[in-house]
C-alpha cells in the first residue's frame, strides 16, 4: 500500500494481494454473520469509532458502512446531508471540517464527496485514516472492491473476462473505478459501450494502455452481449448532466433510451454470465431533481434496467449490494487495525 496512513483514496493504491487478504475475510466475515456468531464479529473492533461524511446522497453506500462498523463493534456517527447540514454552509473549507474531527479523535472517517479528486489533498493533512466513499465524477474505491468480490464469488475468477461497460461512463465513477480493477489482473477485455460524448474518460483508457488491457469503444450494445462474462450497467447520471435546463429532458433521454436492459437483452447473454449494476436504478417515469445555473429541474426518468431481469438467475445486483457490507466490514478492520485477524492472515 502507498500511504503511510492507510487511507483508502483510489483504486489504483489496491493490489491483486491485497484483495486477495481482504476477500478471504470478508467471506469469513459473511460466514459468521449466517451463523449468527454476531460476539465474534462485534469483538473486532469494540469501542473504536467511525465518523461519516456525506455531501452527496446515498442508501447502499452510507448504510452498508454504518452497518459494517456496527458489526464489528464500533461506535457510529455521521452526517448524511453534509453539504447542507455541516458548516461547510457557513464558508468552512472542508479541510477545516476534517482537522475539526480529527481532533475528536476517531479510528476512521468515511467521506462522500462532491468534487472528483479532492480527497488526496485533505488525506495528505490528516493522520486519522479517510476511506474514499464515492467523490464526485472521480472514484468509488469501495464499490470497486464490493464489485470485484462479486465477480469472483459469481465467475470463479478476476481474469480473462469479457466485460461489457455501459451507460454513463463520462460521470460514473464506479464504471471508472472498476476499470482501474479489472486491469490489475490478466487476460481481462473490456467494451466500453456508450455514445462518443459519454465515453469513459481518457486518463483510464491511458491506463488500460499503459497496463495492457484489450478494449474497445462502441455506441452498440447488443452485438456486444453474446460473448459477455460480465453486463455492467452505468445508470445515466441526470445530476451530473452539464446543459441549460431547457435541453436537460432532451440530453438525458438521447441516451437513457439507447440502453436498455430487458430480459430480451438478457436473452443474448451467455447462460453463464451475470449482470452487473452498482444501483440505484429510476423507475421509467419517476421525478429527477436536478440541480441547475437556473435552480432546480425535475425531469422524467426513463427505465433503464428493467425489473423484469430480477428473476433471471444471471442478475446479479441485489447479490452485489449485500456484497457491499462484508467488504466494508474487512475493509474497516483493515483501515483501522492495519491487520486482519487470523482466519485471513494475507498470504493464504
Ligand atoms: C453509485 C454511486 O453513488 O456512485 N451508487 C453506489 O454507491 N452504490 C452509483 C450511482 O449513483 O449511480
Redesign the pocket.
Known amino acids: 500500500m502507498a500511504t503511510q496512513t492507510r487511507h483508502i483514496i483510489d483504486t489504483q493504491q489496491l493490489e491483486p494481494e491485497f484483495m486477495a487478504g481482504l476477500f478471504k475475510r470478508a467471506k469469513w466475515m459473511g460466514e459468521r454473520l449466517k451463523a449468527r456468531d454476531l460476539e465474534e464479529l462485534d469483538s473486532i473492533l469494540r469501542l473504536r469509532r467511525m465518523f461519516s461524511l456525506f455531501y452527496?446522497p446515498?442508501t447502499?453506500?452510507r448504510f452498508s458502512f454504518a452497518e459494517a462498523a456496527i458489526m464489528l463493534g464500533m461506535r457510529v456517527q455521521g452526517s448524511e446531508n453534509a453539504a447542507e447540514f455541516s458548516s461547510r454552509s457557513k464558508g468552512e473549507s472542508d479541510l477545516d471540517a476534517f482537522l475539526v474531527l480529527e481532533s475528536y479523535a476517531p479510528d476512521v472517517i468515511v467521506v462522500?464527496h462532491d468534487a472528483a479528486d479532492g480527497l488526496a489533498a485533505i488525506a495528505e493533512r490528516l493522520s486519522v485514516p479517510i476511506i474514499n466513499?464515492?467523490d464526485g465524477s472521480g472514484q468509488?474505491p469501495t464499490?470497486a472492491l464490493l464489485d470485484l468480490y462479486t465477480i469472483q464469488n459469481e465467475l470463479g475468477r478476476l481474469r480473462d473476462l469479457q466485460v461489457v461497460v455501459v451507460g454513463d461512463l463520462k460521470h460514473?465513477?464506479?464504471a471508472r473505478s472498476l476499470a482501474y480493477m479489472l486491469g490489475k489482473y490478466p487476460g481481462n477485455r473490456i467494451t466500453f459501450v456508450a455514445p462518443p460524448e459519454w465515453q469513459m474518460g481518457d486518463d483510464i483508457l491511458d491506463y488500460l494502455k499503459r497496463k495492457n488491457v484489450v478494449y474497445r469503444q462502441t455506441a452498440d450494445m447488443v452485438p456486444e452481449l453474446k460473448d459477455a462474462d460480465i453486463l455492467y450497467y452505468?445508470?445515466i447520471?441526470a445530476e451530473r448532466i452539464n446543459a441549460p435546463a431547457a435541453q436537460l429532458q432532451q440530453r438525458y433521454d438521447e441516451i437513457s433510451g439507447r440502453y436498455r436492459i430487458t430480459p430480451a437483452e438478457l436473452a443474448l447473454m451467455p447462460k453463464r454470465s451475470i449482470v452487473m449494476d452498482?444501483?440505484?436504478r429510476a423507475a421509467e417515469g419517476a421525478e429527477l431533481k436536478v440541480k441547475t445555473a437556473a435552480g432546480p429541474v425535475t425531469i422524467k426518468a426513463r427505465m433503464q434496467l428493467s425489473p423484469e431481469c430480477d428473476t433471471d438467475p444471471r442478475a446479479a445486483y441485489f447479490r452485489q449490494?449485500g456484497n457491499?457490507l462484508l467488504v466494508r466490514m474487512a475493509l474497516l478492520e483493515w483501515v483501522v487495525k492495519g491487520e486482519w485477524g487470523a482466519p485471513a492472515s494475507i498470504s493464504g
Open positions: 452527496e446515498s447502499r453506500t462522500r466513499a464515492g468509488h464499490q460514473g465513477r464506479t452505468k445508470r447520471e452498482a444501483l440505484p449490494a457491499g
